[in-house]
């Protein structure tokens, strides 16, 4: 069973950035899809990224696409989230989340993270 600790979430002004950070305890098969989430209150968990874990394919959601980039270190096993020109709407918490399959489906994960909040107000 695979562990997953995000961390990296804080309170920032729009226009800004910050970087996630999700540490991964146990072994990810070369074969896993690491996958990033998040959910705003009184909205349903969405997708938001994912990376395989052993190749550099990578799917982002529209709203993220051109703002948000996914990157691993496997010698570290963690995933990070780089978030530029950050809007309010990105508030939510970010969990972080491991499959086997390259979906942005919720269901294709297994492994979630506790997640962490990212504000983003003036």
């Known amino acids: 069973q695979v562990q997953l600790v995000e961390s990296g979430g804080d309170l920032v002004q729009p226009g800004g950035s910050l970087r996630l950070s999700c540490v991964a305890s146990?072994?990810?098969?070369?074969?896993?899809?690491m996958g990033w989430f998040r959910q705003a209150p009184g909205k349903v968990r969405e997708f938001v990224a994912l990376?395989?874990?052993?190749?550099?394919?990578?799917l982002y959601a529209d709203s993220v696409k051109g703002r948000f980039t996914i990157s691993r270190d496997n010698a570290k096993n963690t995933v990070y989230l780089h978030m530029n020109n950050l809007r309010p709407e990105d508030t939510a918490v970010y969990y972080c989340?491991?499959?086997?399959?390259?979906?942005?489906?919720?269901?294709?994960?297994?492994?979630w993270g506790q997640g962490t909040q990212v504000t983003v107000a003036s």
């Open positions: 990376i395989r874990w052993h190749s550099p394919s990578t």
């Open positions: 989340a491991k499959g086997s399959q390259y979906s942005s489906n919720l269901s294709d994960y297994r492994s």
């Open positions: 146990g072994r990810i098969y070369s074969s896993s899809v």
